[in-house]
């Protein structure tokens, strides 16, 4: 009796099963690093537990929010420089939480990619699992999805989920009002915003990502890939410091887009852009590209990763609580009536 054709199985059609089970093992380590009170359970459930009283909330409210990492995976993917990527898929989403007043307490990951390459994904979530830390956040879960012919073997795409608390009363923004000050605290650079014009820009100066870096030291793709800044803990301390009306996460939209988001109808910013001096990389892709000023202000930080609204006679005391936990703090400007955001000065 002759043999019949070979049965297909999952690894045939590009699904490795004992990959993924390597991966999980690998990444415990990580997760484990993240604990905080109130995880009931680690890695390999249907879903993960919180204990919101173990956590220290009697009368919580929560608050949710996701992101991804953009185009930013490109330049990691070229490079090869994938450390720090999932530092900055945390900070897209814990930095949006803090800004309602709510400490981040869990995170989840999503991970697709066309073919698993256990070593590489681990060092991704390795990333994760270090913004985890800087945020106070557990890994507490996530999932790695293997998807050949939606994506090509070496790309991959990360999306990120926070879940955090806060006490009933504590809801931002509250009290904004005209005079209030405002603080701006220092980015590391880019961050995770703007990334498909600075791969243009790129490709107009006819650089290679290992080219040496046209702005400081090491190569371009090292400079881009700075992680974004995890806010959360200084803000935090700042806060519970008082006098805090708000705050305003700078990422797509730059300042021009994201302060008036927490602002009444009726109030305006005045900032002034001499106030700081923004780090090289901005002025690099300006002189590059030609971008107006207008255009650097709707699209990137420009230096100002976190805009913290104050009221007046609570600014030096919340400066000093930022500074505290090792912020660069610079008043930027303040607020008036009017409406949107107003600049004197120059980038």
């Not at 190569?219 to 974004?228: D, F, I, K, Q, V």
């Not at 008036?260 to 109030?267: C, D, F, Q, S």
């Not at 100002?304 to 919340?318: Q, S």
Request: aromatic fraction near 6%.
């Amino acid at each position: 009796m002759s043999e019949g054709p070979k049965g297909l199985t999952y690894a045939d059609a590009g699904v490795d099963i004992d990959a993924g089970n390597a991966l999980v093992e690998r990444i415990k380590p990580a997760a484990k690093r993240t604990g905080r009170a109130g995880v009931m359970a680690g890695l390999g459930g249907f879903g993960a537990l919180f204990d919101l009283k173990a956590a220290g909330y009697d009368d919580p409210i929560l608050v949710a929010a996701t992101d991804g990492v953009g185009t930013k995976l490109r330049v990691a993917i070229e490079s090869g420089a994938l450390g720090t990527v999932g530092i900055d898929l945390v900070a897209m989403c814990v930095n949006d939480l803090v800004c309602q007043g709510a400490e981040p307490l869990f995170f989840l990951d999503y991970f697709a990619t066309g073919k698993l390459d256990p070593a590489e994904a681990a060092t991704v979530i390795e990333g994760i699992a270090e913004g985890c830390v800087q945020a106070g956040a557990a890994l507490v879960g996530g999932e790695t999805a293997e998807m050949p012919g939606m994506y090509a073997e070496k790309d991959f795409d990360l999306a990120g989920f926070a879940v955090g608390a806060m006490s009933r009363e504590a809801s931002l923004p509250s009290g904004v009002a005209p005079g209030d000050v405002l603080l701006g605290l220092a980015s590391s650079g880019v961050h995770s915003n703007g990334y498909s014009l600075v791969r243009r820009v790129v490709e107009r100066a006819g650089l290679a990502w290992d080219a040496p870096c046209p702005f400081g030291p090491g190569t371009l793709a090292e400079a881009l890939l700075a992680p974004t800044r995890i806010y959360v803990k200084p803000a935090l301390a700042a806060i519970r410091a008082g006098g805090v009306h708000a705050l305003a996460h700078i990422t797509g939209g730059g300042l021009t887009e994201n302060l008036p988001r927490v602002l009444p109808e009726g109030i305006g910013a005045e900032i002034d852009l001499d106030a700081w001096t923004p780090p090289p990389v901005f002025g690099w892709l300006r002189d590059t590209a030609a971008i107006s000023e207008p255009e650097m202000l709707k699209t990137f930080n420009c230096g100002v990763g976190l805009i913290v609204v104050v009221a007046p006679d609570r600014a030096e005391a919340v400066t000093a609580a930022l500074a505290g936990a090792g912020e660069t703090v610079t008043r930027v400007g303040t607020l008036a009536e009017g409406a949107g955001v107003r600049y004197a000065g120059a980038l």
